[in-house]
């Protein structure tokens, strides 16, 4: 999922390629985390509009 986001240029120092993994890594996470909290509203709203449908 990492690599996904931010491919890693393979002649960085392996303390570079450490840091900056993780930070794709949190980044990911952190994007999953918005679209859960985007799917989350959608469903609100589906929900309250479906009986005028």
Do not use: E
Not at 3 to 8: K, V
Not at 11 to 28: A, D, F, I, N, V
């Amino acid at each position: 999922f990492s690599t996904l986001w931010c491919p890693l240029p393979p002649h960085l120092p392996s303390r570079h390629k450490m840091t900056l993994s993780g930070y794709c890594r949190q980044r990911s996470q952190n994007i999953s985390k918005s679209i859960a909290k985007l799917d989350m509203v959608c469903r609100r709203l589906l929900h309250r509009n479906a009986p005028s449908l």
